[in-house]
């Protein structure tokens, strides 16, 4: 694949993007309060409808092909998830809460406001693009943040006996309730079940699905330019797990089950994005290792925009010695 391509039409409109939203954050036009309202229009309305009048359009046979995404996504997303938490729970100063938080933002890619806007310039427009955002995305919100919760509890609680903290299950439950969980959930049942998708239809789906991309990025932006940035050894370790240690495991998991090539490709892509926001907001509700995890995803966030070319073409060469 031409670098150059994934240069100009993903990498650089999402750093003019990015851009965009921090300096208007800086100046006051926007502010983190006004971000969430933003991620709540892209999760809520526009990530969703993307994700299922994608979805429909696909084939039983598609499905069936992706089976070895869904296995691949889940097992090395979640195997890095819980590598970051046992990798960062040694630091003599770090508490289990910590290393929860810390598994939260550098175990998790966020999906669900970079995957399109990453993948779509890169591999084009089609039904395999939304299946990668949808299931990589229900590993990250359904799988990885109600263990993350149930760790961050269960350390909570050592350290507070008194303090009772919600169960595991309510954070699963919620996170199947919200749209972006049980829209492409819908949407791969309706292709299961066989039922044509009238494809007049599609246009109304499409003009909210289209503000999906441009409203995650412009927000990110407008995120980091609300949080204090300050480097130090953690905030390094968590981007280098993220950015070479989760590609690294899902290449290798997706070589050894001999996923189709172009899934792999988009899977490593999606691997490298930098760390899910979700991970920051909890963060910063449960005041728990605040500056160190903003620090981390705003130096992968910068880090991106060398090792997301860098992947697709060691993914190449890998494909093609295998």
């Not at 998708?197 to 995120?223: E, H, R």
């Not at 290792?289 to 860098?310: D, E, K, M, N, R």
Request: with cysteine.
């Amino acid at each position: 694949m031409d670098i150059s391509h994934v240069l100009l039409y993903a990498i650089v409109p999402i750093i003019v993007v990015m851009l965009a939203g921090y300096i208007s954050g800086k100046k006051g036009a926007f502010t983190g309060a006004d971000a969430k309202k933003f991620n709540k229009v892209v999760l809520d309305f526009a990530l969703p409808a993307a994700l299922f009048v994608s979805i429909v359009q696909a084939t039983r046979e598609d499905l069936t092909k992706d089976a070895k995404l869904t296995i691949v996504s889940t097992i090395g997303i979640m195997a890095c998830f819980m590598l970051v938490y046992f990798v960062f729970r040694m630091f003599k100063k770090n508490t289990g809460a910590d290393a929860a938080v810390s598994a939260l933002i550098s175990g998790s890619p966020t999906i669900g406001f970079l995957g399109f806007a990453v993948l779509e310039p890169i591999f084009g427009t089609s039904p395999s693009v939304a299946l990668v955002v949808a299931i990589v995305g229900i590993v990250v919100n359904a799988i990885g943040i109600p263990v993350g919760l149930s760790l961050m509890n269960a350390s909570l609680e050592k350290q507070d006996p008194t303090k009772k903290h919600e169960s595991a299950w309510k954070p699963v439950l919620h996170a199947l309730a919200q749209p972006v969980a049980w829209a492409p959930i819908l949407a791969v049942v309706w292709v299961l079940v066989g039922i044509p998708w009238p494809k007049a239809l599609s246009p109304s789906f499409d003009l909210i699905a289209k503000a999906n991309a441009s409203m995650a990025v412009f927000s990110a932006g407008i995120t980091l330019s609300a949080i204090k940035f300050t480097v130090n050894w953690q905030a390094i370790l968590g981007s280098i797990m993220k950015m070479i240690v989760m590609p690294a495991a899902l290449l290798g998991l997706g070589l050894l089950f001999h996923m189709d090539p172009l899934n792999l490709k988009m899977l490593v892509v999606a691997g490298a994005l930098p760390p899910a926001f979700s991970g920051i907001i909890i963060a910063d509700e449960y005041n728990t290792y605040v500056a160190t995890g903003t620090s981390s995803l705003t130096l992968s966030v910068i880090l991106f925009i060398g090792f997301c070319p860098l992947w697709i073409w060691l993914t190449d060469l890998a494909l093609a010695a295998f």
